[in-house]
């Protein structure tokens, strides 16, 4: 049995009337969240394939479709909203998902129209207040998936085509009872959902980590104010007037929470954990959320591990760490200094020739050391990827090649690891070649893999200067040193592992 599902039964048997989930109009106790989790996961059980896509913003409905598919024993596949059509497309095929759940058909019109994914109307379902549309996609076909795997959660996207990690419900459970042991969540907590719910890191750290503790999760709607999550005043405010105990951030809303209470103080005496992850927090932002009275932790996860891996808490935090790991995982540092782990790893990939088991001991891409007490500090990637302040992962080299189609353009440097937005060097073109390479670029691809800001070489980019090796690389760090000076968020950081 499962225990997430376990865990709602009972609640719905012991405390009915106790709210479970809270959106912007409308809330569900356990008793009631119970009842619509049956009732969708009936019609669903009997609805075509194994994967069930939903593509909705937060709220109440989000959670009945959820945790309805995985009492189906289907496989839930959550589509981000902050993905592009085509990378929506890519997941839906690559899965080979059978229905898809809307909140929004101006949405899946979108999809469909954009990528020819053919959609067709299977009726409308009441959840929690909330139309539902339901479509069928008869031009996807069926994939094998692991018997094992209850959901798919694919990556933002290290290229153009992100990859789905295939996960079973009790590794997810396993990362749920360590957060919740760790972080002591309980009965008495109120967690605020300010990230996408379609996200790893909020579903499992969130809204499972609530309902197996028997919490409230609020769960307030996300798409008036934009997948990236709630800018800095409302969620000083939301945290406020909700009196949320605990949220979970990534660095560019810790930011601009820190920037909120500087400008407008608001007493948050019920505030008392805030995690952030998703990407390398710089120590100046945990520095000043500690002047603040913020009770900031910094994390660190994986989606192949079920998300979090290692967290600072109240009882063990050394700032500049990402915490000790959580009970349930193996960690180890290989002689190169690449993190390993062990503990509920995921089933594997899926690729376009099939699906690819996963080892039983993970190399994370990451490199990292253990201090004596065993706490973990991340050094880096083992590759050259970008994952930005608002914890997307980006390749470089895809957003690169985008800009190379622009005429005239040698070679483009794009950066951002740890940033709000992505900057890029571009070499061998005019001012107003320039602009259009990145119009033509930024159209084609993601809002978070989109160049903001951009200057022109100094110089030619060469093996004489050093900015080219023999073999007609580039040399990043070389690029950056010369260049960062030109743009506007010159205060951070840029590390190249």
Known sequence: MSLLLEALRRNALTHPDWVAVRGDV???????????????????????????????????????????????????????????????????????????????????????????????????????????????LPGVQSRPLPL????????????????????????????????????GINADSVHLAAL???????????????????????????????????????LQQQLQVSGADNVILVPEMLRSLNQAVAARPLPLPKLRFVAVGGAAVPLN???????????????????????????????????????????????????????????PVCLGYLQDDGFSPAPVEWPSGDLGVLDDAGFLYIRGRCRDLLVTAYGRNVSPG???????????????????DGMAQLVAVIDGVSSESATAAVARANANLPEYARIAEWVLAAEPFSGENGLLTAAGALCRQAIWAAHQQFFTEGDLEYSIS
């Not at 075509?48 to 709220?59: C, E, I, K, R, S």
């Not at 895809?398 to 951002?416: F, P, T």
């Open 398 to 416: 895809w957003v690169e090649a985008e800009l190379s189609r622009g005429r005239g353009i040698r070679h483009a440097a794009v950066y951002g």
């Open 285 to 343: 932002l945990l520095d000043e959320a500690e002047r603040r009275g913020l009770p900031v932790y910094q994390g660190y996860g994986l989606s192949e591990c079920g998300s979090v891996v290692a967290v600072n808490t109240m009882a063990a935090n050394r700032p500049g760490s990402v915490g000790q790991p959580l009970p349930h995982v193996q960690l180890r540092v290989s002689e190169s200094g690449e993190i390993h782990l062990r503990g």
């Open 196 to 234: 996408p719910l379609s996200t790893l890191l909020e579903g499992v750290g969130g809204l499972y980590c609530s309902l197996l503790a028997g919490g409230l999760s609020l769960l307030p709607g996300l798409r008036q104010r934009g997948y990236r999550g709630l800018p800095g005043p409302d």
């Open 26 to 136: 409308s809330e569900l106790s356990y008793g009631a969240l119970q009842q619509e989790v049956d009732l969708l996961a009936t019609r669903l059980a009997s609805g075509p394939g194994q994967v069930v896509a939903q593509l909705m913003d937060n709220g109440p409905a989000w959670a009945v479709t959820h945790l309805a598919t995985l009492s189906a024993g289907k496989t839930a596949l959550p589509l981000p909203g902050f993905f592009s059509p085509a990378q929506q497309a890519h997941s839906l095929v690559s899965s080979g998902a059978g229905v898809l759940l809307s909140d929004s058909s101006r949405g899946v019109a979108t999809l469909a129209a954009a990528t020819g994914l053919v959609v067709e109307p299977m009726g409308c379902y009441r959840a929690a207040d909330t139309d539902l549309l339901l479509y069928r």
């Open 148 to 183: 094992e795997c209850a959901l798919v959660t694919y990556t933002s996207g290290t290229s153009g085509r992100p990859k789905g990690v295939c996960l079973s419900l009790p590794g997810l459970e396993e990362v749920t009872v360590s957060v919740v042991q760790r972080v």
